[in-house]
């Protein structure tokens, strides 16, 4: 509940700040000379995640299911762009696994995913910006439980609130919270469905950026 909670919160900050500032970013001017854009903005960046509680939900049809929750570390990389004084978007990539042996039986799970983040900020002082994103994306998921070995491509979406502190014109450091859905991954015997894992988490990550001017 306290996942929905957060994720419901967030979708609803989004609009309200989208509405505020979306004359500002129809008007804004990319070259036109004469009128000023924000320099370096462009960044490319790395990101530690530390995954409270990453849960692999294992569900035997018609047999009860097991959940795996692990309290591990993620790692990615981002490369993004500021639209405008308010508005930014990014790629992400994220890789995470878990490994555990519960009631008997071994599970193993790595998960990479791919992410297009849209973040509504507001800077103060040309130094710190509190921010509100969301991202869709896919993430590949990599299951082995037991004797069974499965892979699926699905879709993902995280949600996620924030600080970025400027260091410098050049360097930012970046610390935010945030919940993703990776994903369910099918498993199979005898090319039929014996059960399913969904994967979300719940993640604190911290990270640092390069900003150039393209």
């Not at 004359?23 to 990319?30: L, P, R, V």
């Not at 692999?56 to 049809?61: G, L, N, Q, R, S």
């Not at 993004?80 to 193993?108: C, M, P, W």
């Not at 991954?185 to 059960?195: F, S, V």
């Amino acid at each position: 509940m306290k996942k929905i909670a957060f994720l419901l919160a967030t979708i609803a900050t989004v609009p309200a700040m989208a509405n505020e500032y979306w004359d500002e970013f129809s008007d804004f001017d990319y070259g036109t000379p004469g009128i000023t854009t924000p320099q370096r903005d462009t960044y490319v960046g790395i990101r530690l995640h530390k995954n409270e509680q990453i849960a692999f939900k294992y569900d035997i049809h018609e047999a009860g299911n097991t959940t795996i929750r692990k309290d591990n570390w993620g790692v990615g990389a981002v490369v993004g762009n500021r639209l405008s004084n308010h508005i930014k978007v990014e790629f992400e990539t994220i890789y995470t696994s878990a490994q555990q042996t519960k009631r008997g039986t071994d599970f193993e799970f790595d998960v990479w995913a791919k992410m297009l983040n849209v973040y509504l900020f507001q800077e103060f002082e040309n130094a710190i910006a509190p921010y509100a994103g969301l991202g869709i994306g896919f993430a590949t998921i990599w299951g082995d439980v037991g004797h069974m070995s499965d892979t699926v491509f699905d879709l993902s979406f995280s949600a996620m609130i924030g600080v970025n502190f400027a260091l410098n014109d050049r360097v930012d450091l970046n610390l935010g919270v945030k919940y993703q859905y990776y994903g369910e991954l099918e498993h199979k015997i005898h090319n039929q469905e014996y059960a399913i894992t969904d994967v979300d988490a719940t993640e604190f990550y911290f990270g640092a950026a390069y900003k150039f001017g393209l």
